[in-house]
């Protein structure tokens, strides 16, 4: 049938839906899904963008390609809590993997692109890469900050852990991001949504 990899691998992705994160919608009714959180940094990069270091080097095209697939693996990884130390333990190598499955549906040239851009992503040396990466620490940040922060209190999630997993991450991808995370970041603190311990 034609297009029959392309429909498969769309249907695939429906997955995504089912896949709970740890963080919270913003109202703290339930846990957001993966699909939903894709979204959601996908039209929050093309917002940020003015405010990128080297935005004249970004290519936004390239971005939110990577946006829109880096958290596919997480269909059969599952979502790994970024501050959880023990769960981060081999994250790379079992998303890798779960990537060279999902991708492997379709056929090449978009098989080998697809990977590549996940690859790209994880190593965070790219400016592309490096302003997605940001932009994807940066969002569950925010809705913590803006909400119960119930994902951050049920782990016991300290400032410092914030400051160098969300905060190193952000600060490499703009200046006006980090300031704007650093005023957050006080606030969580000030209220009590992170331990400064």
Known sequence: MILEKEI????????LKNVNRRNFNLDDSRRENTAEHSWQIIVFAQILLPYAKNKEKIDLLRVIKMLSIH?????????????DEKAMIGK?????????NIFGILDEPLQSEFLNLWIEFEAEETDDAIFAVAVDRLMPFILNTHSKATSWTEAGVKADQSRKIIGDAVKRASDAMDEAFEILLKKAIDEGKLLEI
């Open 92 to 100: 790379y190598e079992r998303e890798l993997e779960a990537a060279k």
């Open 8 to 15: 498969q691998f769309i249907l695939t992705l429906d997955a």
């Open 71 to 83: 958290d596919v693996v997480e269909i059969e990884a599952g979502d790994t809590f970024i501050f």
